[in-house]
């Protein structure tokens, strides 16, 4: 399978700072995800992007597919913000099953 | 448009029982994915599957597991004579065509005493 590396693994942030997530990949995918879980344990699409640039209030995200690698931003981030990131990824002719990274803990502090 | 829904939410089983859990697709989404998350763990795919077909059970313990996908109802993942490791949450996914993004549901987090 593709193995999904994310980085860091554990964030503290106080409120209102900036932070970036990186999501690598260790083979070529034609789909990928940024979700959030958060405390409650649901997770929340953030976006579909495997390839490009997006950006949603507070959030933005770009994967570079040709170098594997994929980063989530939040900026001013708020303590609704916590929770734990995953970067899913997948391909299509694999019966595009995701490959989830281990994600990143954010815990924001007021 | 509602999302994925999962029930049971919640579902405390004794050793050696049986464990159902229902997932139902969004309006309009054939394709139908399950996936495991183990305490402190990213989610690990278990099966894939279209009305009526298992696509993909790559992922599914040989033993114990099944899961299916009727024509008509949810999708049902179902445990057989569980064990505490089988203790873990159970989230169910869901898309339109293959290549689409999947959206998930609440989760069935599965406690076996």
């Known amino acids: 399978g593709i193995q999904v590396e994310q980085s860091p693994p554990d964030l503290i942030l106080q409120e209102g700072a900036n932070s970036t997530l990186r999501c690598n990949f260790s083979d070529s995918v034609n789909n990928l995800q940024w979700f959030h879980q958060n405390p409650w344990g649901q997770l929340i699409n953030l976006f579909y992007?495997?390839?490009g640039t997006k950006q949603n209030g507070r959030l933005s995200a770009t994967t570079v597919a040709t170098e594997r690698y994929s980063l989530l931003y939040i900026s001013s981030s708020q303590t609704t913000d916590s929770g734990v990131y995953f970067c899913?990824?997948?391909?299509?002719?694999?019966?595009?099953?995701?490959?989830f990274g281990t994600g990143t803990s954010l815990t924001v502090i007021p | 448009n509602a999302g994925v829904m999962q029930n049971p939410r919640h579902l405390v089983r004794r050793r050696g029982q049986e464990a159902r859990l229902r997932c139902s697709p969004m309006?309009?989404?054939?394709?139908v994915y399950w996936y495991r998350q183990l305490p402190e763990e990213g989610l690990k795919f278990m099966v894939y599957l279209q009305k009526e077909n298992i696509i993909d059970e790559s992922g599914m313990p040989k033993e114990r597991f099944s899961a299916e996908f009727p024509k008509e109802g949810p999708s049902i993942l179902r445990i057989q004579q569980v064990v505490r490791g089988d203790s873990a949450a159970y989230f169910c996914?869901?898309?339109?065509?293959?290549?689409?993004?999947?959206?998930f549901g609440p989760g069935t987090r599965l406690l076996v005493l």
């Open positions: 996914a869901s898309s339109p065509l293959r290549e689409e993004t999947q959206y």
């Open positions: 992007i495997p390839s």
């Open positions: 309006k309009g989404h054939s394709h």
């Open positions: 899913a990824v997948g391909r299509s002719n694999t019966g595009n099953q995701f490959y």
